[in-house]
C-alpha cells in the first residue's frame, strides 16, 4: 500500500534543504522526479512545496529546473564573545576559533556579521557594550557569565540571543553549543578502547565547580561505571601560583605509583606538568587525554591525544539559523537545546588500539 505523507512535512524538509544547499553554496535543485524519491513524497506534493518556495523567495523555477536564490541580508548580526578591551585577545582560544571560521565561511555566503566584544574586568565597558546591542537583531553569545547577567541585560531590547555555551539555569535563550556530557563519555570510551581501565580526571577547582565541565564529568562517570571501572576526581582549589603548580605536579608524577593507568584533564591548561612522565618513556603506557580548551594539548611537543569544540558543525548551525531567519523561518524557542558532539585528535599520549 502507498503512503501519502502530508503536505505540511514535506514543504518544511524541503525548505530546510534548500537552506542547507544555499549554505554550501550550491545553486540548482534537482528535478521535480528526484526530489520526489528523496523525500518520499508524490510529484505533485513536490510540486506544491515548489511552488510555495517560490512564493517565499527561496527559489526561482523555469523550464529548466529549479534555481536557488542568491542570499539578500534582511537583519543584522553578532558573535559576542569576552575579550581583553586592552590587546584585543579572546578570552577562551576556542571561541577565537570559532569566531574566526565563522567570519570565514559567512563571508563566502555574503553573510555580514560583527564581532561584539565584551570585557568583564573593566565594568566601565558595560553601556558601550549595551549600546551596541541595540543595533542588532540577533546575537550569538560565547560569554561566560552567571545565570542572571543576559537576561538582564537584553530586557527591553530589540535583540534576541542565541547561547553558544551552556549556564546554569538559564533556560531564557535557545541553546546551540558543544555536549559536554557527551565529551566526557567518548573520552572515557577513547580510554577504554585503549585498554585503560584505572584513569584520573584533573582540573583546577575553579573549573569543576561549572555546569560544562560537571557534564564531562557525568558523562565520563557514566561510562566508566557501566565498564565497572573506577575512577579520580583530582583538583586544586588553591590559589593560581607556583605553590599550585608543584602541588599538581607532584600529585600526577605520584598517578602510575598509586595504581592509576591514566589521566584525563577537563582542561588542558596541566597538561604540560605531565612532562616528567613522558620524558621518563612512561607515556602511552600511562595514557594522556585531554580536552583541548585552550589549544595547548595539540600543540605540544608531542602531541596529546585531544577531544576539542566542535568548531565547523557549530558554524553551520549558525549559518543555517541566519538563512531561516531571513527566510522568516526560524523559530526562536527559549527551550529548545541543541548540543554538538566534540571532535576528536589523535595525538601520540595514548596506545594504539591494535597494542590495547
Known amino acids: ?10 514543504l518544511t524538509e524541503l525548505r530546510e534543504f534548500v537552506i542547507a544547499k544555499r549554505t554550501e553554496g550550491v545553486s540548482r535543485l534537482d528535478g521535480e522526479r528526484a526530489l520526489a524519491a528523496q523525500f518520499a513524497a508524490g510529484r505533485p506534493t513536490i510540486g506544491k512545496a515548489l511552488q510555495q518556495l517560490e512564493k517565499d523567495g527561496l527559489i526561482h523555477r523555469s523550464r529548466s529546473g529549479a534555481t536557488i536564490l542568491p542570499f539578500r541580508q534582511k537583519y543584522r548580526y ?18 577565537k576559533d570559532l569566531w574566526m571560521e565563522l567570519q570565514k565561511t559567512a563571508a563566502e555566503a555574503g553573510i555580514r556579521i560583527d564581532l561584539l566584544p565584551y570585557d568583564p574586568d573593566y565594568p566601565e565597558t558595560q553601556q558601550e ?62 580510554l577504554l578502547e585503549r585498554g585503560y581501565r584505572r584513569p584520573a580526571l584533573s582540573a583546577p577547582g575553579i573549573n569543576t565547580a561549572s555546569l560544562d565541565f560537571r557534564q564531562r564529568v557525568n558523562g565520563f ?20 601560583g607556583i605553590e599550585e603548580i608543584n602541588l ?13 593507568d591514566s589521566v584525563f584533564f577537563l582542561d588542558d591548561h596541566w597538561v604540560m606538568l605531565c612532562d616528567p612522565l613522558i620524558e621518563a618513556g612512561m607515556v602511552p603506557e600511562f595514557g594522556i587525554l585531554a580536552f583541548d580548551g585552550n589549544m595547548i594539548a595539540r600543540t605540544h611537543n ?55
Not at 500500500?1 to 514535506?10: A, G, P, S
Not at 599538581?248 to 592509576?260: E, S, T, V, Y
Not at 557549530?314 to 522568516?328: M, N, S
Open 78 to 95: 553578532a558573535y559576542a564573545a569576552q575579550v581583553h578591551c586592552i590587546n584585543d585577545t579572546f578570552y577562551f582560544p576556542a571561541y
Open 129 to 190: 557594550f549595551l549600546e551596541k546591542l541595540d543595533s542588532f537583531d540577533l546575537v550569538f553569545f560565547s560569554l561566560f557569565f552567571n545565570s542572571t547577567f543576559l537576561p538582564e541585560v537584553l530586557r527591553g531590547r530589540k535583540c534576541r540571543a542565541v547561547l553558544l555555551n551552556e549556564l546554569d539555569e538559564c533556560d531564557d535563550f535557545p541553546l546551540y553549543a558543544l555536549d559536554n556530557f557527551e565529551t566526557g563519555a567518548m573520552a572515557a570510551r577513547i
Open 221 to 240: 562517570a557514566e561510562v566508566m561505571e557501566k565498564a565497572g571501572c573506577r575512577f579520580q576526581l583530582l583538583s586544586s582549589y588553591m590559589d593560581l
Open 1 to 10: 500500500m502507498r503512503t501519502y505523507r502530508k503536505q505540511t512535512d514535506v
Open 302 to 356: 608531542p602531541p596529546i591525544d585531544t577531544l576539542s569544540h566542535g568548531t565547523l558543525p557549530l558554524v553551520r548551525k549558525v549559518q543555517e539559523i541566519i538563512f531561516a531567519e531571513e527566510a522568516g523561518f526560524f523559530r526562536y524557542d527559549p527551550s529548545f537545546r541543541f548540543r554538538i558532539a566534540p571532535d576528536y585528535f589523535p595525538g601520540k599520549t595514548l596506545r594504539t588500539r591494535q597494542n590495547a
Open 248 to 260: 599538581m605536579q607532584r600529585c600526577i608524577m605520584r598517578l602510575p605509583r598509586l595504581g592509576f
